[in-house]
């Protein structure tokens, strides 16, 4: 059982250059979501999804996309790397909605140049 | 705007004494309050969670303390060890909701 795995952990991108952050769960979780965590201001929601098939935006989605095809996979596509999208990205899953709690991946640390 | 505002930013505190990080919210629709702890490269777990019908939760040497007319929780670490030295983030959920927001954090240090 390994939990929420995210790869890579570490990424080095240039501007413009487009990439797909993969986080999958084994837990049969029903909601998963991307959180990038910034100095000084907490862990901020990119995108969720409450099952398979259905996604919404968080309060940061500008520049970022998600699907959710499986119950297991939810992959966070940035489509033209910025600068200001360097930061460390969480994927996290909980059994539902409720979001009781949250299991996090180990994070991804972006660098865009 | 972050809608649930966390103090210290960062707080050292001696091996036995006491640490206290504060939150504090708007949204009165918020309706269970989370704590997770974070050690470097890894994420966030959670620590401990109250719900808004109940002023104090207690689990070992961690304490929430919550006041609803002041819209005010807070994380009370007793007896701090070196091993409690971590990131703190307080969190505030709309159970109706599917928006689990965090406050900015707080970098806990304590020295042996």
């Known amino acids: 059982n390994a939990g929420v795995t995210q790869t890579p952990k570490f990424q080095v991108l240039k501007t413009g250059q487009s990439m797909t952050l993969q986080c999958a769960q084994d837990?049969?979780?029903?909601?998963m979501s991307w959180y990038r965590q910034d100095p000084g201001m907490g862990l901020r929601l990119i995108h969720y999804?409450?099952?398979?098939?259905?996604?919404d935006q968080g309060e940061v989605p500008n520049g970022y996309n998600v699907s959710r095809s499986t119950t297991e996979d939810f992959p966070l596509r940035l489509l033209s790397a910025a600068p200001s999208q360097t930061s460390v990205y969480f994927c996290?899953?909980?059994?539902?909605?409720?979001?009781?709690?949250?299991?996090f991946g180990s994070g991804t640390q972006l660098s865009v140049l | 705007q972050q809608q649930v505002k966390q103090s210290p930013q960062s707080l050292i505190v001696q091996k036995g004494g006491i640490s206290i990080i504060n939150c504090a919210y708007e949204?009165?629709?918020?309706?269970?309050f989370p704590w997770y702890q974070q050690f470097p490269g890894k994420g966030p777990a959670l620590l401990i969670a109250?719900?808004?019908?109940?002023s104090e939760k207690k689990e070992g040497r961690f304490t929430i303390s919550f006041n609803k007319s002041a819209k005010q929780f807070s994380l009370h670490i007793m007896d701090s060890q070196p091993g409690d030295s971590a990131t703190y983030f307080c969190?505030?959920?709309?159970?109706?909701?599917?928006?689990?927001?965090f406050g900015e954090g707080t970098q806990l240090t304590v020295n042996p």
């Open positions: 996290a899953s909980s059994r539902s909605q409720a979001q009781k709690k949250l299991f």
């Open positions: 949204n009165t629709a918020f309706d269970y």
């Open positions: 109250i719900r808004p019908d109940v």
């Open positions: 969190a505030a959920l709309e159970t109706s909701g599917s928006r689990l927001t």
């Open positions: 837990m049969n979780h029903e909601y």
């Open positions: 999804s409450v099952g398979a098939g259905i996604t």
